[in-house]
């Protein structure tokens, strides 16, 4: 069965693929505070949990709308045989003294954050969303038959204390934390950095495989069925 990430991070496309997994990748092109802002709009706030979720969703739920008019520049995804294909929509966010961190895209800012969590734990909430589609629509059995299934991981993050200035400075000037979530990476360069983690480290490298499995299995289909190698 053909898994589609509706999404162009690196991090989230390495990761499926060291788990034996090899995506068709269609960027959703959604308008991400745009869609927080119109939910926020009318039920508030939302938590760090409830904006991973909505995130993943709506990118997952853009690529669905893609695949079943046959707009996503790859032929027709949707035609590939009775199994149908699974849509993977993803988020992911820093958490530290119940401030939502995002992707800092300036060394100015990831500087910034650096200095904050120095010797310091925080929380990365990566949001998933998974849909089933049959010949272009939506599975007809399973848990989250029509619109999918979520689920949100979270784990809990600690920075080395004896982080100097002068390394930091290095970090950022790599190029590598101003695209990425928290301004960390724990599979690269960030690694050294990290003191430890508890829970899932796939999702703070990318998204967590033992949630996609399990959201496969909402949708009846078994994981090794994703199995590209």
């Given amino acids: 069965m053909q898994l589609i990430l509706a999404s162009?991070?690196?991090?989230?496309?390495?990761?499926?693929?060291?788990?034996?997994?090899?995506?068709?990748?269609?960027?959703?092109e959604v308008d991400e505070d745009g869609a927080v802002a119109a939910a926020e709009a009318t039920s508030g706030p939302l938590t760090p949990e409830q904006m991973v979720l909505l995130l993943a969703r709506v990118k997952a739920e853009a690529v669905a709308n893609m695949v079943s008019t046959g707009s996503t520049g790859l032929g027709n995804p949707s035609a590939a045989g009775d199994e149908g294909v699974l849509i993977l929509g993803g988020d992911s966010a820093f958490v530290l003294d119940g401030v939502i961190y995002g992707k800092p895209h300036?060394?100015?800012?990831?500087?910034?954050?650096?200095?904050?969590?120095?010797?310091r734990t925080g929380h990365l909430f990566s949001g998933h969303w998974l849909i089933h589609l049959v010949h272009g629509a939506p599975a007809p059995s399973g848990v989250g038959a029509g619109s999918?299934?979520?689920?949100?991981?979270?784990?809990?993050?600690s920075f080395a204390n004896d982080i100097s200035d002068a390394e930091i400075d290095a970090y950022v000037a790599s190029g590598e934390p101003?695209?990425?979530?928290?301004a960390f990476t724990l599979d690269s360069l960030g690694?050294?950095?990290v003191d430890s983690i508890v829970g899932d480290p796939s999702n703070v490298i990318g998204v967590s495989?033992?949630?996609v499995r399990r959201l496969a299995r909402e949708l009846d289909v078994e994981w090794p069925a994703l199995w590209t190698r």
């Fill in 8 to 28: 162009t991070s690196p991090a989230r496309l390495a990761t499926l693929r060291a788990a034996g997994i090899e995506p068709l990748v269609v960027p959703s």
């Fill in 106 to 119: 300036t060394p100015e800012v990831a500087t910034t954050r650096w200095h904050a969590q120095r010797g």
């Fill in 148 to 157: 999918g299934v979520g689920h949100v991981a979270s784990t809990e993050v």
């Fill in 178 to 182: 101003l695209k990425v979530a928290g």
């Fill in 191 to 193: 690694a050294a950095f």
């Fill in 209 to 211: 495989i033992p949630s």
